[in-house]
């Protein structure tokens, strides 16, 4: 497993932007497809974008496709979620996550808050 930090959270109106970050730690960080989830109150966690290890692959929920991008540093073990065009229905706890395919995520940030108001 890996160690990840999320930030980056935060206040934002509509329409606004805000840049996620996850500091992993672990030697084998390269090793691991990387992933954003998010919760809202009430409702499941769910599935965001994800890149796989090499930085070759990326995938997105609907929902946040065109608008949020997601990439990764390995030199840097750091991921990063690009969140523009941001809508209230966004607003949640955003956590960092990661697995080794094809086991499923087992490594997860604190989460990070984020707020778009209308």
């Known amino acids: 497993q890996v160690q990840l930090l999320d930030s980056g959270g935060g206040l934002v109106q509509a329409g606004g932007s805000l840049r996620l970050s996850c500091a992993a730690s672990?030697?084998?960080?390269?090793?691991?497809?990387m992933g954003w989830f998010r919760q809202a109150p009430g409702k499941e966690r769910e599935f965001v974008a994800a890149i796989r290890s090499s930085g070759a692959n990326t995938f997105y929920a609907d929902s946040v496709k065109g608008r949020f991008t997601i990439s990764r540093d390995n030199d840097k073990k750091m991921v990063y979620l690009q969140m523009n065009s941001l809508k209230p229905e966004d607003t949640a706890v955003y956590y960092c996550?990661?697995?080794?395919?094809?086991?499923?995520?087992?490594?997860w940030g604190q989460g990070t808050q984020v707020t778009v108001s209308s």
């Open positions: 996550a990661a697995r080794l395919e094809p086991h499923a995520y087992d490594s």
């Open positions: 672990g030697r084998t960080f390269y090793s691991y497809t």
